[in-house]
C-alpha cells in the first residue's frame, strides 16, 4: 500500500491538471484555463468526485478540487485526464492556506462535501465553516457567492447554522434531511465515496447554502462562549 501511494505522488508530478502548492496563481486561473467561464471551488475534495460530477454537470464552468492528500488527487485527477476533461483541475495544498491561491471576486462559489466534522471542541478551528475559514473566504468570493455545505455530521450542520445566526450570514437554503425531498437539484445527487461510507452513521445528510456578509465580524469570542458552554 506504502509503495502504491509513493507511486501516485509520483505520478501526480507529471500530471498537467494537479498543481501542487503553486506559486504567483492569483488572478491567472481564467488564463490557466484558457477561459473567462466562472470558478467553483471544492475544498477538500478529497478524491475528486464531486469536483468532476459538478465539471460534467456544468461544462461552462471551471471547477478546482482542493486537498492535501496527493494519493487521493491521484483518483480525480486521473479520472479528469482519462476523460479529457479541460475544465478541471486539482490544486494540493493546506486548505487554511487557500486565501494564497486567489485575488479578490475572483471564485463563484465554494464547495465543501463531507470534510472532517472535527468534533472535539479542542478541533472546532479546523471545521471548514468556522469563522477562521470564512473570512479566508472572504477574501476571495465574490460578493453574494455561495457557499455549499454537505454533510452527515449533524454536529457540523447545527454548528454552520450557529455561525450563520451569530455573524449576520444568509442562508440561501437549509434541509435537514436531503433524500426526503421529493425534488432534488442535480448537482445534490452526486455522490462520494465519503457519503457511501455513511461514517457518521445518522443516515441523514444535511445541506446549507448560504453567503457572506460584506464585512466579516472580526469576534472570535461570541463563537467560543457557545463552544465552552456545550
Given at each position: 500500500?506504502?509503495?502504491k501511494k509513493?507511486?501516485?505522488?509520483?505520478?501526480i508530478?507529471?500530471f498537467?491538471n494537479?498543481?501542487?502548492?503553486?506559486?504567483n496563481?492569483q488572478?491567472?486561473?481564467n488564463e490557466f484555463f484558457?477561459n473567462?467561464?466562472?470558478?467553483?471551488l471544492e475544498?477538500?475534495c478529497g478524491?475528486?468526485e464531486?469536483?468532476?460530477?459538478?465539471?460534467?454537470?456544468?461544462p461552462?464552468?471551471n471547477?478546482?478540487?482542493?486537498d492535501?492528500?496527493?494519493?487521493?488527487l491521484w483518483a480525480?485527477?486521473?479520472t479528469?485526464?482519462?476523460?479529457?476533461?479541460?475544465?478541471?483541475?486539482?490544486?494540493?495544498t493546506q486548505?487554511?492556506k487557500?486565501?494564497?491561491?486567489?485575488?479578490?471576486d475572483e471564485?463563484e462559489e465554494i464547495?465543501i462535501?463531507?470534510p472532517?466534522?472535527?468534533?472535539?471542541?479542542?478541533?472546532a478551528?479546523k471545521?471548514l465553516?468556522?469563522l477562521?475559514f470564512l473570512?479566508?473566504?472572504?477574501?476571495?468570493?465574490?460578493?453574494n457567492?455561495?457557499?455549499?455545505?454537505?454533510t452527515d455530521?449533524?454536529?457540523?450542520y447545527?454548528f454552520?447554522?450557529t455561525?450563520?445566526n451569530?455573524?449576520g450570514?444568509?442562508?440561501?437554503?437549509d434541509i435537514n434531511?436531503?433524500y426526503?425531498?421529493?425534488?432534488v437539484?442535480k448537482?445534490?445527487?452526486?455522490?462520494?465515496?465519503?457519503e457511501?461510507l455513511?461514517?457518521?452513521?445518522?443516515?441523514?445528510?444535511?445541506?446549507?447554502?448560504?453567503?457572506l456578509?460584506?464585512?466579516i465580524?472580526?469576534?472570535d469570542?461570541?463563537?467560543?462562549?457557545?463552544?465552552?458552554?456545550?
Open positions: 500500500m506504502a509503495q509513493l507511486l501516485r505522488f509520483k505520478e508530478k507529471s498537467l494537479v498543481l501542487e502548492y503553486p506559486e496563481m488572478g491567472k486561473w484558457k473567462n467561464n466562472p470558478i467553483i475544498l477538500a478524491k475528486g464531486y469536483t468532476l460530477g459538478l465539471a460534467e454537470l456544468y461552462g464552468k471547477f478546482i478540487g482542493v492535501i492528500k496527493g494519493n487521493r480525480g485527477a486521473k479528469a485526464l482519462d476523460k479529457k476533461m479541460q475544465n478541471v483541475v486539482f490544486l494540493r486548505i487554511d487557500i486565501n494564497q491561491y486567489f485575488v479578490k471564485v464547495w462535501t463531507f472532517d466534522p472535527y468534533l472535539r471542541k479542542s478541533k478551528r471545521r465553516t468556522h477562521k473570512r479566508f473566504y472572504h477574501e476571495f468570493l465574490k460578493p457567492g455561495h457557499i455549499h455545505l454537505k455530521s449533524p454536529d457540523l447545527h454552520t447554522k455561525v450563520i451569530l455573524y450570514l444568509k442562508t440561501v437554503c434531511d436531503l426526503k425531498i421529493e425534488k437539484k448537482e445534490l445527487k452526486i455522490k462520494t465515496y465519503y457511501n455513511d461514517i457518521a452513521k445518522s443516515n441523514t445528510v444535511f445541506y446549507l447554502c448560504f453567503t456578509p460584506q464585512i465580524d472580526n469576534n469570542e461570541k463563537l467560543n462562549a457557545i463552544l465552552n458552554n456545550k
